[in-house]
């Protein structure tokens, strides 16, 4: 620990005596510095041991010896050595009555000791100190080292709250928790992950001291990674503000964790590779070739039913995605093969999976992020698009990849984020009509029979649209728009005559059919 005034005290060569504020020598000492101006404060810094002989001051008067020793504690100056024997035999009751008054340790010190022999001792001390301080460090190094490799990142927290006499949290890049040392820590660290959350936004590294939760204790937040985004963080909660030694420890913590935090990333990499390879087996049809490539690491995937996800987005969106996305699949212990391929990103997930219901719980934030409105800060995340196969399997991996990538383009029609294959097999394929490339061609189509009735010579569209209802049957159809058959059938074959086909060939109803209702559909 640094020196204090006791210690000075008890310093067997320098013959100090304390002649008022005994209760307060526990308080460290910064420096020793001498200085005889009326008025040193301004070059005071706080926490320094003023050594003084009174040659400008007069130190008999009590009302200058008040102002002198108040100013000089509301500098930070934790006590006042003066020297007897060289100005004044001994040292005056106005200025001994001012330091009691003001709760300042003043100690004489004997004209045999030098100042300079206490200026060397504070600084012997401070060596001593800093010192201990830092082989304190390099054997908390040592041992933080040895637990990562032999215990891994649980083993390094657990070192690292024993050095630091409290408790270590590491967050995944979702901002979720992943160990905490001690156990009892889990709760306290889980309810800071609002925190977290907002370190992240920051570009790493990043840094930040908060209040525990219920104000238990004080929180270091460290953002871990070398790439813009962090990877990780690290949280470091203690009683008190952390020490020389326990900030060499939380350095030497951050250093490792953020190599195995890139050495992840690196592995992280090498997987991508492998699961590009094995995504293009599946689509080539080749499950068989698939598996083995695989191996353990996306085999249990491949036997069990899965969903393909299809995303289009910016990047930061897309990694952001993959993030929720891997983080929920680590979590759970279930296997994730996540694709990035440029402006698009492709994830084959388990079905009825953590990552699946991870992918569905981001887009639906974003799509609560779309309905802010763009003055307030949303509208940022309108191009993120994304698809979701029906469960499938390796034999039918091209028809699933196909599905996704039907839902996402109907996603991007709809302004939607996501949609489901099984919600347009369920739903009607009306909504459909609604693109403006269809609605033109309808447009195009019945043109010339809205000009037509127009003009008021007949009601050609209404009674086209009735025909067609009725499957082509004209009594039914011609009681529906109140007319005779003959007059119908009349209105028919204008239909035809003005449009040049003839209603007798299936296509072409079923044109008129899909033309009338993309006409309705808004």
Request: proline content about 5%; aromatic content about 4%; hydrophobic content about 50%.
């Amino acid at each position: 620990m640094p020196p204090t005034l006791a210690s000075l005290v008890h310093h067997s060569a320098l013959k100090l005596t304390v002649r008022a504020g005994e209760d307060r020598l526990d308080v460290p000492v910064r420096w020793a510095h001498v200085s005889e101006l009326a008025d040193p404060v301004p070059y005071m810094e706080g926490g320094e041991l003023l050594l003084i002989t009174a040659l400008k001051l007069d130190a008999e008067d009590p009302e200058a010896m008040r102002k002198y020793v108040k100013r000089l504690v509301g500098a930070g100056v934790v006590g006042l050595g003066f020297a007897v024997g060289v100005n004044y035999e001994e040292i005056p009751k106005a200025l001994v009555d001012a330091a009691e008054h003001e709760g300042l340790p003043l100690l004489e010190v004997p004209r045999r000791t030098p100042f300079l022999a206490i200026s060397k001792a504070v600084s012997a001390a401070i060596a001593a100190d800093q010192y201990r301080a830092v082989t304190a460090g390099f054997a908390a190094q040592r041992e933080l080292t040895r637990q990562a490799l032999n215990a891994g990142p649980e083993g390094l927290l657990a070192a690292l709250a024993a050095q630091v006499d409290g408790w270590a949290a590491l967050y995944d890049a979702s901002g979720a928790v992943v160990a905490t040392a001690p156990e009892w820590a889990g709760r306290r660290a889980a309810r800071l992950t609002a925190e977290v959350e907002r370190l992240r936004e920051r570009p790493a590294p990043a840094s930040a001291v908060v209040g525990g939760p219920d104000n238990e204790d004080r929180v270091e937040l460290h953002s871990l990674g070398t790439g813009r985004r962090p990877r990780a963080a690290l949280a470091v909660g203690t009683a008190s503000a952390l020490g020389t030694a326990e900030r060499y420890a939380v350095h030497s913590a951050i250093a490792l964790l953020t190599l195995t935090t890139e050495r992840s990333r690196s592995l992280h990499a090498a997987e991508q590779r492998v699961g590009a390879a094995v995504l293009r087996m599946l689509l080539a049809g080749q499950p068989d070739h698939a598996r083995g490539v695989a191996g353990d690491l996306y085999g249990g995937l491949l036997d069990a039913p899965f969903r393909m996800i299809v995303a289009d987005a910016g990047g930061e969106l897309l990694a952001g995605l993959a993030e929720a996305v891997e983080s929920a699949a680590a979590r759970s212990g279930e296997a994730v093969l996540v694709v990035p391929e440029g402006e698009r990103l492709v994830v084959l997930a388990a079905d009825g999976g953590a990552a699946v219901a991870a992918c569905v719980e981001y887009a639906a934030a974003r799509e609560a992020a779309r309905a802010v409105p763009a003055e307030q800060g949303g509208g940022e995340d309108d191009e993120l698009v994304i698809g979701l196969s029906a469960p499938s399997g390796p034999i039918a991996a091209a028809a699933a990849y196909k599905q996704a990538e039907q839902a996402l383009s109907v996603a991007r029609r709809r302004g939607r984020v996501l949609v489901e294959h099984d919600q347009l097999a369920s739903g009607s394929v009306l909504p459909l009509l609604a693109d403006d490339a269809v609605k033109a061609f309808a447009d195009g189509l019945l043109r010339a029979l809205y000009e037509h009735d127009a003009t008021g010579r007949g009601d050609l569209v209404a009674s086209l649209r009735a025909w067609l209802s009725r499957h082509g049957q004209w009594d039914a159809a011609a009681a529906d728009l109140g007319v005779h058959r003959h007059t119908l059938r009349y209105r028919m074959r204008r239909v035809e005559e003005i449009l040049g086909r003839s209603l007798d060939d299936p296509d072409v109803r079923m044109e008129l059919w899909l033309a009338l209702k993309a006409t309705s559909v808004e």
